[in-house]
């Protein structure tokens, strides 16, 4: 019944990774230019849908499908319409458009409760450097600080909120007020655990925690020919000192990832020894306390490479996120949701942050991921199997049924 919606959604998907800041390639960031035409196209299918919908202050696309009473409570579906840059056409929008796709399939049939399907504004954090402003506007905790970050342009991010004909004084609007039913989001695994396991689909018990900094190095641009290699203060070989150190502390304790996946030596020139380096850190694991004493040890190698090589280090902490377990009433309903359409059932954690974890801090939270081929995301190459996405909806829709008899 639901296979033709599959298709519709993947060819969705398909499209909208069409809407991109750079042609060729998918790079969609906050409110940048091409998520008005990704809004207007959702909207639209949205509208046809019965939704009412708008877009709120903190830049979140929000469709309302009424209850069967002007007063039922609300279920939340969705994930974020960003990406990365150069991304692949699912990470994130597979989710809302899902959501769609399952009011669609309702064709008109309303309810005990309302559904709002919600595409947040920003996940990635690629702009500005910190993730979740969309899903942190839902649960008020945008605050000035956040508001002022800027980009490499110099824009901040209540500029951008005007610059798309937003607010950011009014984004306290956002925020849920009333009580919930929960909020479930589908997404692709993002890594290779169901493909290696032969099954479409998994229920995530836990998200793990991460910390995310910013860490520069300066010492003093010299002359590359001309400066003995003993009166160098090189920040570029400093701070590639340290990121082989990472490499080697995350490698001692099981279960610990970091990742230095930005480095820029200034002034970059061939011929000029770099006077500072600014890098990028993203350390997760599922014990906060681990991955806290992990940061303390980079750190703290971070301070004793810079000072052997007459070097400062500074760093900033973008973000500090807890891991956040899911809900056990909705973990047990996608449970019985998935043993309904008769799947596998499949329990597991997720490596990579969502909006999920945010959401939880202000109502029941579960994801459902979606196999990814090959394990493959954040890259074009990134793709989804027809069938699990047939196998999601099957199990949405089931979602939606034991919710309706369950009353909540």
Known sequence: MLA???REVVRCCRLLAGYSEEAGVTTRTFLSAPM????AHLTAWMQRCGMTVSIDHAGNLRGVYAGSSPHAPRLFIGSHLDTVVHAGAFDGVLGVVLAVAL?????GRRLPFRIEVVG??????????????????LVGSVDDALLGRRDARGRSVSDAIRDYGLEPSRIGESQVIDEAIGYVEFHIEQGPTLDRLGLPLGIVDSIVGQSRLAVVFTGSANHAGTTPMNARRDALAGAAEWIGAIEAIASEVSGLVATVGRIEAIPGATNVIAGRCET???????GDDVRAAAVARMLERARQIASRRHLDVRWDVCLDQPSTSMSPHLIATLERATARRGLPVHHMSSGAGHDAMVMAARMPAAMLFLRSPN????????TVLEDDVTAALNVGHELLELVARSGS
Do not use: Q, T, Y
């Open 4 to 6: 033709p919606k599959a």
């Open 36 to 39: 008005r035409d990704v809004h």
């Open 375 to 382: 394990g493959i995301s954040h890259h074009p190459d990134e």
């Open 280 to 286: 990028s850190l993203d350390v997760r694991h599922s």
């Open 120 to 137: 947040f504004s920003d996940e990635e954090g690629v702009r500005f450097g910190v993730p979740f402003i969309g899903s942190r506007g």
């Open 103 to 107: 009011v669609d399939a309702l064709d």
